[in-house]
C-alpha cells in the first residue's frame, strides 16, 4: 500500500486527508475515494490539481509519500496585482 494526502483550502473549508491506496492508483480516482467533493461543497474535477505544488493530470498514477493539491482559481491575477501595489506606491510618493 501507498501512503497519500489529499489537500484542499478555501476559506470555507479546510480539507487534508492521509490514505493508504492501493499501487497504480491515480489522482482522479484517489480524488473520488477521498469525498473532498461533499465535504467542501466543490467538483474537484472542475479545479486545476497537482502533486507537490507540480501540476498533474487526473490520470497520473500516484507515488508513496505524493500529496494530492486541489488548486482554486486565482481571484486576481499576480501580474494584475503587483501593476496595482506599484501604482499606488508610485502616487504616494511626493
Same mark, same amino acid.
Given at each position: 500500500m501507498l501512503s497519500v494526502e489529499i489537500a484542499y483550502l478555501d476559506p470555507d473549508c479546510q480539507f487534508l486527508l492521509r490514505r493508504e491506496v492501493a499501487p497504480g492508483t491515480t489522482v482522479? *480516482?484517489?480524488l473520488d475515494a477521498s469525498g473532498v467533493d461533499a465535504a467542501c %461543497?466543490? @467538483?474537484? #474535477? +472542475?479545479?486545476? $490539481? =497537482?502533486?507537490? +505544488?507540480?501540476?498533474? #493530470?487526473? !490520470?497520473? $498514477?500516484? =507515488? !508513496?509519500g505524493d500529496r494530492i493539491e486541489i488548486y482554486r482559481p486565482l481571484q486576481v491575477d499576480p501580474? !494584475? @496585482? &503587483? #501593476? &496595482? %501595489? $506599484? *501604482?499606488?506606491? %508610485? &502616487?504616494a510618493q511626493p
Open positions: 482522479a *480516482e484517489a %461543497r466543490i @467538483a474537484w #474535477r +472542475s479545479l486545476n $490539481v =497537482g502533486i507537490w +505544488s507540480k501540476p498533474a #493530470r487526473p !490520470d497520473t $498514477v500516484l =507515488g !508513496d501580474k !494584475d @496585482a &503587483r #501593476r &496595482r %501595489r $506599484v *501604482e499606488k506606491a %508610485r &502616487r
